[in-house]
């Protein structure tokens, strides 16, 4: 509500802040004073839309006010013929499907909370759930709880006392159970999910393990009823479902498979539930503390709802499958691993990422006996000191402050703490959704540019205590690892803008050129990393020390593996900035108008995220043009993109017959052959679309209807994301528009 | 101007379903710094149109009242109103002069005559002229016609958005350049109730970027109100 102050000045917040506290403290005993008629004599002092207030006054207090007896905002509002409470006793007896039915809807109701709907539209719609969470009740949570009606004996009030109510319990610990999981970890309140309680505690007196006890009670009282077999079957499974649920958030259970199980069963007898509405009602968000307006209760699909659960079972188990012991000794493979999962299709819901994180992040150890610290050694040894004594573990552990190996470890270790959190955040981003991962990543380039600066100085620290030099070579160790992550991030964010739709089709050409820049600076740090490993390799041969030659081997094969994709993915991003920028040249994608835009601004813009780099800067505007007018005509532009996709299916041949600990794909081979397979599809198509290109170009120009290059006749549409053969890599379709 | 249009807008909304068909005279005016025009009624019935959940009285004169020169409007050669536009201007976290288009709609019987886009250019020329160093705004990633209209004019998607809105629809940030240099302008993160500490910022040096504030609001836990619900314009049903 806007503050009417009339003597507006600077000590506006003062006098709020005053008067807030003094109405806070005097809160013991409300006096009730009617303001009306001085309110309104106050209100006709000021002209009709005059905005009276003070700085703190922000779009965000605007967008939150609330007009009184709109409707449509004020969830107070009672129209005429309708009743502000709902008119339904949550004490009464049911019929025991009618039971089932209510099980059901708060099973669909509860997915949905998962998946990103409040509280206040789902689970707490729940009259029964509501008399649970009144305010007043306390333990043990009685529904009868502030009601003059006593408990019967009958199986119809039985089924609401004992079953149901057990069923709520379980239900609302669970809800309990998940925000803690949730708000351990990452994720984005609101847009991933909405941990707000609207001003209800989730049973504060009660224990999980007491409401369990209470599943236990109504199991028991369950065959000793005289329901009909076939219900109290159904009655049964659900109470199962719950109990199984909330023991797998307690971890006392850790297959999630358990409960998919039991999903079976309950789908089987949805159909003998016949639906009882009333027993919901979103006029409990009238006692809900919210400044959002009123909003229907989420309309539940029982199919999708199943669908829901089934796949939530699934991402869970799946989480722990990419988490193995031998997944988490490579960070390389666990990188991989955490891909594919936030990869599955559907994307996996916020509770499965965070039961990721725990898993990742829970403890100081991933699994058995690896840290982030240790896998931190191990990826700068893989790239970029194989077999050097300087990543040797063993170093760490030396104290003798003279030995120039304790002094080396030092520096790694102060280094290696300041890029940690970073590091880290390679592997915890991508458990956010996409559109995250693309923007956090974007941050990451600017800190990982002053990290490289950072490794410049480390670099030279270690140089002075043993030089690391191949004739007049320096290796750079830190640096070069540095640099090859900011610039495997960059390709990522440009990746990922290509996956969500950032980049129009006209803008492409530019987005795959850069990429391919960004690949051609990733190969050359591939290629310095080999040979000085070969170098290390000539000379630990003459040591015969079998652990150094393992290490550089593997290290050797994964910089293969590395060199590979980088060469693949360097031809298919060359093939296609050229075949855009032709196609944008022919006019077959067309240009937009773009009346207030002017060409540098366009390129601040787009690159924003790259700009500030000091670090080995993006070329300027002007070498993009540079190398757009250096492009020859439509046929030469052919030439080349065939001859480039036949190179990225020679490269992705050879990248296939790497196996997983060569390439280090280890636990996630089925998505890696995927992949490499939608690659390939995607040479398939780029070759196929230059053919059609390169024929209408030689037809027309044939048939004399092209006056000029410029106007070919032909149109090239671009793929919306998801019906790519792959999202990153965008195949234009060519057809002719004569 | 005149009261006439306040009852235009609130007695015939059901001419607005149908197509205007032939020749329709349309012109433009600024809203201006009276502090509450007659057409307030009239421009919250026409944006309220395309929403899921209206806007409370103060969004509106949250805008009009600090921007009015900034609000422009099509009319009809009766005078009733048939496009609007609501904007604001103001540093954006102690950096760039930051335009921001709040709100954009054309009555659906008048749409696809370019109305829209001549509101965007009055309002864009006026923030131009008003010393703006960039213009930013949110829409649905499938609001083609609106897409269609910034991107024409210039503007580039720069941010995905997901379920940015309140009926949980992703969005796209756009972003026009009026000036070089304006990603190497210094911003600096909103004041957030950080729980503990010395009321500095725990930040590195140089240019911030809300994403980068985000994700540290997101890890200090704190609900990040000034940029996740300023879920602000178009929650359209139109497109969706
Ligand atoms: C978006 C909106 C303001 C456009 O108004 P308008 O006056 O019709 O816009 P214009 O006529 O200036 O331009 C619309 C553009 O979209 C195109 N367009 C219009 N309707 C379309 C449709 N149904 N499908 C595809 N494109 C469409 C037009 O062809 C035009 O593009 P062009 O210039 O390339 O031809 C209007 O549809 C509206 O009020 N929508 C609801 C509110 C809203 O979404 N606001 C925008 C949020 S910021």
């Known amino acids: ?738 | 101007m005149s009261g006439i249009n306040q009852d235009v807008a609130t007695n015939a909304p059901s001419q607005d379903n149908e197509q205007v068909t032939g020749d329709v005279k349309i012109h433009y005016i600024t809203y201006g710094s009276e502090k509450e025009s007659s057409w307030l009624p009239a421009i919250r019935q026409l944006i309220s149109k395309d929403l899921s959940e209206p806007y409370s009285i103060y969004v509106y004169r949250y805008f009009l009242y600090q921007w009015g020169d900034l609000c422009f409007m099509a009319l009809d050669d009766q005078d009733n109103l048939v496009g609007v536009i609501v904007c604001k201007l103001e540093p954006h976290r102690g950096g760039p002069m930051r335009g921001y288009i709040a709100m954009l709609a054309t009555r659906s019987g008048y749409r696809g005559r370019g109305i829209a886009t001549e509101l965007v250019r009055m309002a864009v020329d006026k923030m131009i002229a008003k010393d703006a160093d960039e213009i930013a705004l949110e829409t649905e990633v499938d609001n083609i016609p609106s897409l269609r209209i910034y991107e024409n004019l210039g503007f580039l998607r720069t941010k995905r958005l997901h379920r940015y809105y309140l009926n949980g629809n992703t969005a796209f940030r756009l972003i026009l350049y009026l000036k070089p240099g304006i990603p190497y302008k210094v911003t600096y993160p909103p004041e957030y109730p950080y729980p503990e500490g010395d009321g500095s910022t725990p930040h590195q040096q140089g240019p911030l970027d809300e994403d980068l504030i985000q994700r540290q609001a997101a890890q200090l836990d704190i609900q990040d109100i000034h940029d996740q619900r300023f879920n602000l314009i178009a929650r359209s049903d139109d497109f969706t």
Request: proline share 5%; with cysteine.
């Open chain 1, 1 to 738: 509500m806007v503050l009417i102050d009339h003597d507006a000045d600077t000590s506006i917040a003062a006098t709020r802040l005053e008067r807030e506290a003094r109405s806070a403290m005097s809160y013991a005993g409300p006096k009730i004073r009617d303001v009306t008629g001085e309110f309104d004599a106050a209100a006709k002092q000021l002209p009709p839309g005059r905005l009276v207030k003070d700085e703190y006054f922000t779009l965000f207090e605007a967008v939150g006010a609330l007009e009184i007896m709109d409707p449509k905002m004020d969830s107070g509002f009672v129209p005429e013929d309708d009743t502000a409470e709902p008119e339904f006793d949550v004490c009464r007896g049911l019929l025991p499907t009618e039971v089932l039915w209510i099980m059901d809807q708060l099973l669909g109701l509860l997915i949905g909370w998962h998946d990103g709907y409040p509280l206040s539209q789902t689970v707490f719609t729940s009259l029964h759930v509501d008399r649970l969470l009144s305010p007043d009740n306390r333990r043990p949570y009685n529904l009868h709880f502030g009601s003059s009606v006593s408990t019967g004996v009958s199986d119809t009030e039985q089924v609401i006392h004992l079953v149901l109510r057990a069923y709520c319990l379980a239900l609302v610990k669970s809800c309990a159970l998940v925000l803690h999981t949730i708000q351990l970890q990452n994720f984005y309140e609101e847009e991933d999910f909405v941990t707000h309680l609207f001003g209800r505690e989730l049973l504060h007196g009660l224990s999980a393990e007491d409401a369990l006890g209470s599943i236990g009670e109504a199991m028991n009282w369950l065959p000793t009823s005289d329901i009909q077999k076939d219900v109290r079957d159904a009655l049964s499974a659900r109470l199962d479902f719950i109990w199984t649920y909330v023991s797998l958030l307690t971890n006392d259970l850790n297959d999630w498979h358990d409960l998919t199980d039991v999903l079976d069963t309950i789908k089987a007898t949805h159909h003998l539930a016949p639906p009882i509405p009333e027993a919901f009602s979103d006029k409990v968000q009238r006692q809900l503390a919210s400044s959002t307006p009123p909003r229907p209760m989420m309309q539940v699909s029982w199919d999708l709802a199943c669908q829901k659960w089934r796949e939530m079972c699934e991402d869970t188990v799946a989480a722990g499958r990419l988490t193995t012991e031998d997944i988490c000794q490579s960070p390389q493979s666990l990188q991989r691993a955490i891909w594919a999962f936030a990869y599955r299709d559907p994307p996996p819901n916020t509770y499965a990422r965070a039961y990721l994180q725990t898993i990742l992040f829970g403890a100081e150890r991933l699994g058995e006996n690896t840290s982030f610290f240790d896998l931190l050694l191990v990826d700068i040894r893989d790239l970029v000191l194989a077999g050097d004594p300087l990543a040797n573990p063993d170093n760490f552990l030396i104290e003798v402050p003279s030995d120039p190996r304790h002094q080396s470890a030092r520096i790694m270790e102060v280094f290696m703490d300041k890029v940690f959190d970073e590091y880290m955040n390679f592997f915890r981003m991508v458990c956010q959704n996409r559109c995250r991962i693309r923007r956090t990543f974007t941050q990451s380039i600017g800190v990982l540019d002053s990290l490289e600066a950072v490794a410049v100085q480390t670099d030279a620290d270690l140089d002075a205590i043993t030089p690391m030099r191949n004739g007049d070579v320096l290796l750079c160790p830190m640096t070069c690892w540095v640099r090859y992550q900011k610039l495997q991030i960059m390709i990522w964010t440009i990746q990922l803008g290509i996956e969500t739709d950032v980049y129009l089709p006209h803008e492409l050409s530019l987005m795959y050129w850069l990429l391919s820049w960004i690949l051609e600076r990733k190969l050359s740090l591939i290629t310095h990393s080999e040979v000085f490993l070969v170098w290390r390799m000539s000379e630990a041969n003459g040591m015969r020390d079998t652990r150094v030659v393992a290490e550089c081997l593997s290290s050797q094969d994964y910089l293969r593996s590395l060199r590979t994709q980088v060469e693949a993915e360097r031809s298919l991003s060359i093939a296609l900035w050229q075949l855009f920028t032709v196609l944008t040249a022919v006019k077959a994608i067309k240009p937009l108008k773009q009346d207030y835009a002017r060409e540098l601004l366009l390129y601040e813009a787009r690159m924003k995220s790259y700009l500030g780099l000091t670090q080995d800067p993006i070329p300027p505007l002007s070498e993009y043009k540079a190398a757009r007018s250096a492009l020859g005509s439509v046929q030469e532009v052919c030439g080349t993109t065939t001859a480039m996709t036949k190179q990225a299916k020679s490269h992705l041949a050879e990248l296939k017959k790497m196996t997983p600990h060569q390439a280090r794909y280890v636990g996630t081979e089925e998505q890696f052959k995927r992949e490499v397979k939608q690659m390939e599809t995607t040479c398939v198509a780029i070759a196929v679309q230059t053919s059609q290109l390169l024929r209408l170009s030689v037809h027309q120009a044939e048939m004399g209807s092209a006056t000029s290059e410029e106007k070919l006749g032909i149109e090239a549409t671009v793929p919306a994301p998801g019906s790519r053969y792959h999202d990153w890599w965008v195949v234009p379709q060519i057809k002719s528009t004569k």
